[in-house]
Every structure is written in C-alpha cells, then in structure tokens.
C-alpha cells in the first residue's frame, strides 16, 4: 500500500473507531490525528473537514463500486447498501444524526439521487424525472435512517423486500394521486380525522382507510393516532413537507398557464439572504411591474444554501445569493453592492469606540456565526485560526435575531456593516477588510416561466445600466 493511501487508511480508520465510542459532534481533528499518530497537516493535505473524512469513508467502501442501469439493479443495489449498512450500523447511526450542509446526510442523497434518475428515467416524462428522484431520494434517506435507529431486528432482505412493494403496486387513477396530497396534508392539518374529512367532502371512513392504506405502501407510520386526535410522526412530518411541495407546485403552474399568451401574468419567486443588493433588486421590481402590473413577485427570505435547496426542487425561480456559494450548476448574474463584515458589539463595549476591529482583539471573545458552514470557514480564514479554536457561543440566519443576542450578552456577532442604526449595539468593521459578493442565480437549463425569463432580461439591463453610471 503506498504512503498516502496508508495515511488515508489509518485516518478512515480513526474515524470509524472514534465514531463507535463519541457523537460525531464531539470529535475533533486533534482527536482524530492523535488516535492514528499522524499529524493534523496529513489530515488537511488529504481532508477538507471531519464531515468529508466520513463521506469518504462510505466513498472508499461502497460507493465506488456502486452501479445502477435499469429498476433491478436498482433494487439490488439497495440490498447491499441495507447489507453494508447493517455492518456497519452503529458507525452510520452516528453519521446520519448529522444534519445541514456536508453532513453525511447530504452527501447521501447526493449519491443516491442519480440512481434514483436512471431508474425514473424510464418511467415519469423527462420533464418529471427530477422531481420524482429528489422525492424518492429524501423518502429512501430517511427510511435507511429509521432501519437503523428502530428496526435492528429486520434483514437487509426483508427491509428491501418492503421497498421493492413500492414498484409493485398497481397504477391508479390521475385523480387518486392528485388527491393523495390533498388528503394527507387535510388531515395533518386539522389534527382530526372526522374534521378533515367533512373539510375534504368525504366520508370519514374512506378518508380513514385511504391514510391507513398510504402508510401500508409507503411501510411507514404517518400519524400517532389517538382516542380524539391524530399527530404527525417524523415520517409523516416528511411526507407532509413533500406533499406542500407538490400542492405548491402544482398552484404555482397553474397560475403561469392560466392566463393568456399575449398577458405577461405570473409569479416570480426569488429567494433572497440579507444584503443591501435587496435594494437594487427592490429597484429593479418596481419598474419591471409598472410595464407588467399582473406580474406578482414571492420573496422567500433565506440563507444561500436554504434558497439553493429551493430552487433545486423547482419551488424559486431565482436566488440572490451571498458568497461564499458554489454555483457551478447556474447561471447568474453579478450583483453590483459588495458587503463588508464588521463585529457588531454593544454600545457598552469597549470595541464600540474603535474605528475598526482586529483578529487578536475578537478570538478570545464569545463570537455568534452565521450558521453557514462556509461562511464560518471564510472568517476562520480571516482569524487564521482553524474554526475549532474559535468560541462559537450561537448561530443565526436573520441578522435581527443577531442583533438580540448581542444586546443580551450572548456574545459578538460577526455579520455585514449595517446600514440601519439599531439601539444598544454598533458595528466596527474589520481589519484587515473582509468583503462578499453577490449574485442573482437561476439553474442551468432550467426553463423558466415567461415572467421570470424576462424579470431576468429586465434586470440585466439594470445592472448594466449601473455599470455605466458607476465608470
């Protein structure tokens, strides 16, 4: 074996050991070094994180053997990751009690989601398969989850057997799947079966023996039912995000179809994080409806990755997206204002005094983080400090919340130079100067409805035309 693929085996191997005694959470790279007798720099020469150190390991010892052609192999290939998994079983229910961006979770679904493609492929229109594959693929997800954690008894081939009755059974009506959704979210919503159903214009036994026949498909418990009420399990808590999705899905093309070609009508959805940028899209809103009044725009207020997530399931047309943000798979469009970071400290703080603010002076204090994982990778790299050093009292995503914990105490909050004044805190920008851009992105190859494709045309004139008055 040679020198770094040795280095590589000993780290997996540290991992996988560590992993069987600690929650991932609590393992450090220090630990992980320590526990192999290699050095944290042959860590970080072969490893970005302790999160690609696990998804490597699964990359290692099955993925890169794994092939799916058509729907049988597809299923077979689903025994041996229950077969693996069971081996392996208290290493990756460790792994997958991680959530968000990295984790293994995500790494998963990623995986597995191409599969889930070329098995669809040959079974939904084309225009259907991305849809159905990013369903199917959080479905497996979470039920590989539930295997583990609460079925320890059940064989990998029993298990699989389950799944594989999902091919199996019999076409239904148009109708039927339509109102499956429908149903589901009814009955989540009322919190009862007979108020759900006098709401849906049903009996209360038909809409009773529709859910109980979902749960039997789909192998899962939906609801914890009670004498005089029902409440949703994690499972029915999933599928009731997916159907939502498919209701708003389905709300959202029918507006766009519903009014006449020569009518420029519609929604134009845009999730957008916290940036002054706001104000230029705000700029260019406005004057795209005062040619197209009957265009109505959704604004979803959101982290980067939480609008990627988003516009992945054809729920945002657009996202105005803060750096640091992989964008490889859209098109975008560079937004003109850059943000400066700065540490937003109390009034009463002796920092609040200074012009500007130093590494030394912030990495000894309680700092609150943007909860993006990049975005704290980023400021790690402006201390010069591994992220692990820092004292990371809380995270936020809507700088207001920041704002409150910083008032009470909780800490420095690390975010962009504001340009409201809020009472009791200020911000001191850094030094040296840490800036972010923006860009407004939309998918690659995505067709876009009408709206949107000339929203996008109406703001590239926009930004153009700022262009030219800024040089």
């Given at each position: 074996?040679?020198?770094?693929?040795?280095?590589?085996?000993?780290?997996?191997?540290?991992?996988?050991?560590?992993?069987?005694?600690?929650?991932?959470?609590?393992?450090?790279?220090?630990?992980?070094?320590?526990?192999?007798g290699m050095s944290r720099k042959s860590f970080y020469y072969h490893y970005k994180d302790k999160y690609d150190l696990v998804n490597s390991i699964f990359q290692s010892e099955f993925a890169d053997d794994?092939?799916?052609?058509?729907?049988?192999?597809?299923?077979?290939?689903?025994?041996?990751?229950?077969?693996?998994?069971?081996?392996?079983?208290?290493?990756?229910?460790?792994?997958?009690?991680?959530?968000?961006?990295?984790?293994?979770?995500?790494?998963?679904c990623d995986f597995l989601r191409p599969i889930a493609a070329q098995v669809f492929s040959s079974v939904f229109p084309n225009n259907s398969v991305e849809f159905y594959s990013v369903f199917m693929t959080d479905a497996l997800c979470a039920s590989?989850?539930?295997?583990?954690?609460?079925?320890?008894?059940?064989?990998?081939?029993?298990?699989?057997?389950?799944?594989?009755?999902?091919?199996?059974?019999?076409?239904?009506?148009?109708?039927?799947?339509?109102?499956?959704?429908?149903?589901?979210?009814?009955?989540?919503?009322?919190?009862?079966?007979?108020?759900?159903?006098?709401?849906?214009?049903?009996?209360?036994?038909?809409?009773?023996?529709?859910?109980?026949?979902?749960?039997?498909?789909?192998?899962?418990?939906?609801?914890?039912?009670?004498?005089?009420?029902?409440?949703?399990?994690?499972?029915?808590?999933?599928?009731?995000?997916?159907?939502?999705?498919?209701?708003?899905?389905?709300?959202?093309?029918?507006?766009?179809?519903?009014?006449?070609?020569?009518?420029?009508?519609?929604?134009?959805?845009?999730?957008?994080?916290?940036?002054?940028?706001?104000?230029?899209?705000?700029?260019?809103?406005?004057?795209?409806?005062?040619?197209?009044?009957?265009?109505?725009?959704?604004?979803?207020?959101?982290?980067?990755?939480?609008?990627?997530?988003?516009?992945?399931?054809?729920?945002?047309?657009?996202?105005?997206?803060?750096?640091?943000?992989?964008?490889?798979?859209?098109?975008?469009?560079?937004?003109?204002?850059?943000?400066?970071?700065?540490?937003?400290?109390?009034?009463?703080?002796?920092?609040?005094?200074?012009?500007?603010?130093?590494?030394?002076?912030?990495?000894?204090?309680?700092?609150?983080?943007?909860?993006?994982?990049?975005?704290?990778?980023?400021?790690?790299?402006?201390?010069?400090?591994?992220?692990?050093?820092?004292?990371?009292?809380?995270?936020?995503?809507?700088?207001?919340?920041?704002?409150?914990?910083?008032?009470?105490?909780?800490?420095?909050?690390?975010?962009?130079?504001?340009?409201?004044?809020?009472?009791?805190?200020?911000?001191?920008?850094?030094?040296?100067?840490?800036?972010?851009?923006?860009?407004?992105?939309?998918?690659?190859?995505?067709?876009?409805?009408?709206?949107?494709?000339?929203?996008?045309?109406?703001?590239?004139?926009?930004?153009?035309?700022?262009?030219?008055?800024?040089?």
């Amino acid at each position: 074996m040679k020198g770094s693929a040795l280095t590589k085996w000993a780290l997996c191997d540290a991992m996988k050991t560590l992993m069987l005694k600690k929650p991932f959470q609590k393992i450090s790279i220090r630990e992980i070094c320590e526990c192999c007798g290699m050095s944290r720099k042959s860590f970080y020469y072969h490893y970005k994180d302790k999160y690609d150190l696990v998804n490597s390991i699964f990359q290692s010892e099955f993925a890169d053997d794994a092939i799916c052609r058509n729907m049988e192999e597809g299923v077979d290939l689903l025994l041996e990751l229950a077969r693996y998994f069971q081996e392996n079983r208290r290493f990756y229910l460790n792994a997958f009690s991680v959530e968000g961006q990295n984790s293994f979770t995500e790494y998963f679904c990623d995986f597995l989601r191409p599969i889930a493609a070329q098995v669809f492929s040959s079974v939904f229109p084309n225009n259907s398969v991305e849809f159905y594959s990013v369903f199917m693929t959080d479905a497996l997800c979470a039920s590989f989850k539930r295997y583990l954690r609460d079925t320890p008894g059940l064989s990998p081939e029993e298990y699989v057997e389950r799944i594989r009755t999902l091919f199996q059974v019999p076409q239904r009506s148009p109708s039927h799947l339509r109102l499956n959704p429908v149903w589901s979210s009814a009955a989540a919503r009322e919190e009862n079966i007979t108020r759900a159903a006098r709401l849906l214009h049903i009996s209360q036994p038909t809409l009773s023996r529709q859910l109980m026949q979902l749960e039997e498909e789909l192998g899962a418990q939906l609801f914890h039912r009670g004498r005089h009420s029902i409440v949703l399990t994690d499972d029915g808590m999933l599928l009731r995000r997916r159907a939502q999705e498919i209701l708003d899905l389905a709300e959202k093309t029918s507006q766009e179809l519903s009014h006449r070609e020569e009518d420029l009508a519609g929604e134009v959805s845009i999730g957008c994080g916290e940036t002054r940028n706001m104000t230029v899209l705000s700029q260019a809103i406005a004057s795209f409806r005062r040619s197209h009044p009957y265009v109505q725009f959704s604004i979803y207020s959101a982290t980067a990755d939480d609008t990627k997530e988003r516009m992945e399931r054809g729920l945002l047309d657009l996202g105005l997206l803060m750096e640091p943000v992989d964008i490889s798979r859209y098109e975008f469009l560079r937004m003109p204002r850059r943000e400066r970071w700065a540490a937003l400290v109390r009034e009463d703080s002796p920092l609040a005094a200074q012009s500007c603010v130093t590494p030394a002076e912030l990495s000894r204090l309680p700092l609150i983080m943007a909860r993006r994982e990049s975005v704290q990778t980023e400021l790690a790299g402006w201390f010069g400090l591994p992220a692990e050093h820092l004292e990371v009292a809380a995270t936020y995503n809507l700088v207001l919340n920041a704002v409150s914990m910083v008032r009470c105490g909780v800490g420095v909050a690390l975010c962009y130079v504001l340009d409201d004044g809020y009472a009791g805190v200020r911000t001191v920008p850094l030094s040296p100067t840490l800036e972010s851009g923006a860009v407004l992105a939309y998918k690659k190859g995505q067709a876009l409805s009408r709206p949107s494709r000339a929203f996008v045309a109406h703001i590239k004139q926009c930004l153009l035309s700022i262009s030219h008055n800024e040089t």
